[in-house]
Nanobody, 117 residues
């Protein structure tokens, strides 16, 4: 069973930046970042197929974060990142990493991101 640990959240003003980190206990081919805002369902915001063939390693984003969020991975550290720029109050949520599709047994504690206006 893979274990996931997210970090890097915090309180930031609108327009600010944060970088989230996710360190899975083992390498996963397709991973993504999810978020859950208060009173809303969890949504997948960015994901990537990290196969060795770079042609198929396509990063995808939901429209609401395109141009502002960047997903990357440091293979040597087996750590996935989410660089979030130009943050907006509507980005406030708990952010999680997980397989895509999600493994419901693997959810971690998440990391809280709060964007003040």
């Amino acid at each position: 069973q893979v274990q996931l640990a997210e970090s890097g959240g915090g309180l930031v003003q609108a327009g600010g930046s944060l970088r989230l980190s996710c360190a899975p206990s083992r390498s996963i081919n397709t991973m993504g970042w999810y978020r859950q805002a208060p009173g809303k369902q969890r949504e997948l915001v960015a994901w990537r197929n990290f196969t060795s063939d770079s042609i198929t390693s396509i990063i995808q984003y939901v429209d609401s974060v395109k141009g502002r969020f960047t997903l990357s991975r440091d293979n040597a550290k087996n750590t996935m990142y989410l660089q979030m720029n130009n943050l907006k109050p509507e980005d406030t949520a708990v952010y999680y990493c997980n397989n895509v599709p999600a493994d419901n047994r693997a959810w971690g504690q998440g990391t809280q991101v709060t964007v003040s206006s």
